[in-house]
């Protein structure tokens, strides 16, 4: 079984562009977290999902950002008019849905630099 | 509120020797989730443990071992005998049970960046 996998690993972009990035999760798996991680901290909670359905949003979650789930497979994370503080590790991580003990699985992350 | 602390910043050993990370909680709920997660220098974090709030059995898996006290709120690890490939920033988290009683997000601390020296 292959494990999560996300694209591009590292994107460089200037403030105010739109980016936008990709998370496959591990085959079958319904839930998907994004979380954001930055130099010397650990990673904090964006927002998930449950199938196609977005079920908790974080105060991080600024409307700059916007996440989906179409069909319940892959996910992806778009952030608007970016600005340097969203330079940051996006991280994606997906678990199944199999009563109250469900471990989160990560892919390597995609690196955001915004100059 | 909840909340994850790990005290130690960064702990610099010499091979073989045996290292403990500490980790200490906060939580209002009665059912909740407590993880160990590795993130090596690659970044990926790699899935060590999960312990339940119910089960306060200490759990060993080869040179890895960790004590879960909920009397005190805490999650500690223990390598014992470390080697370089041990080098990485260990991670603690905690989940409660969201609406549907499943396993929420996760709140992480910021981590011991753990360094073996040969």
């Known amino acids: 079984d292959t494990g999560v996998s996300q694209d591009p690993r590292h994107k460089i972009t200037k403030r105010g562009q739109n980016v936008t990035f990709r998370c496959d999760p591990i085959?079958?798996?319904?839930?998907l977290y994004w979380y954001r991680q930055t130099l010397g901290q650990g990673p904090e909670f964006l927002t998930y999902f449950q199938n196609e359905a977005q079920l908790e949003k974080s105060r991080l979650l600024s409307d700059r950002f916007s996440a989906e789930r179409p069909k319940g497979s892959f996910s992806t994370l778009e952030i608007q008019r970016t600005e340097q503080g969203d330079s940051a590790m996006y991280l994606c991580a997906s678990s199944a849905l199999a009563g109250a003990a469900d471990t989160q699985y990560f892919g390597p992350g995609t690196r955001l630099t915004v100059l | 509120a909840q909340k994850v602390t790990q005290a130690q910043t960064e702990i610099s050993v010499v091979e073989k020797e045996d290292v403990t990370l500490d980790c200490v909680y906060e939580?209002?709920?009665?059912?909740?989730?407590l993880f160990w997660y590795k993130q090596p220098p690659s970044g990926e974090l790699v899935f060590l443990i999960r312990r339940n709030s119910f089960d306060e059995q200490n759990e060993i898996s080869g040179r890895y071992s960790w004590n879960f006290q909920k009397s005190t709120s805490s999650f500690n690890f223990t390598i014992t005998a470390s080697q370089v490939v041990d080098s990485a920033v260990y991670f603690c988290a905690l989940s409660e049970r969201d609406y549907g009683g499943s396993q929420g997000n996760l709140i992480f601390g910021k981590g011991t960046k753990l360094s073996v020296k040969p």
């Open positions: 939580t209002r709920d009665t059912t909740y989730y």
């Open positions: 085959s079958e798996h319904n839930r």
